[in-house]
């Protein structure tokens, strides 16, 4: 949050399924598709809250996918979320492709992972 100036005084992580992150996706975004992360800004009397809600099953399938290991996929969805928070958005394959480097950079800086041990 640092790196990229997020000042939220609160920040939530909400990992649930499938099912219930499509509920909000359709519910606050009008799509009924599958996802794998969703944030909100929501106000309060401190100050703005930020919540992340993340698929544990699109994680473990992306995982296998890109054969990373769950946590790792984890944090990518947590700095994915960390950089919509931020005001970033994922609508075009040039916003996509911005947003996964810099969620790749901060894996790399943050979380590199060698033989399941954290560098």
């Not at 949050?1 to 649930?16: D, H, K």
């Amino acid at each position: 949050m640092a790196a990229e100036n997020i000042t939220i005084p609160e920040l939530n992580i909400v990992a649930v399924d499938d099912e219930y992150l499509a509920k909000l996706h359709k519910t606050y975004l009008s799509d009924s598709s599958y996802t794998d992360v969703i944030t909100f800004l929501l106000d309060d009397p401190e100050g703005a809250v930020g919540e992340i809600y993340l698929s544990i099953d699109r994680a473990k399938h992306h995982a296998k996918i890109y054969e990373v290991g769950v946590e790792e996929e984890y944090a990518r969805l947590i700095a994915h979320g960390l950089l919509h928070l931020k005001g970033m958005d994922d609508k075009t394959e040039a916003d996509r492709e911005r947003m996964h480097q810099i969620e790749n950079a901060y894996l790399e800086k943050f979380w590199k992972m060698e033989n399941g041990v954290k560098n």
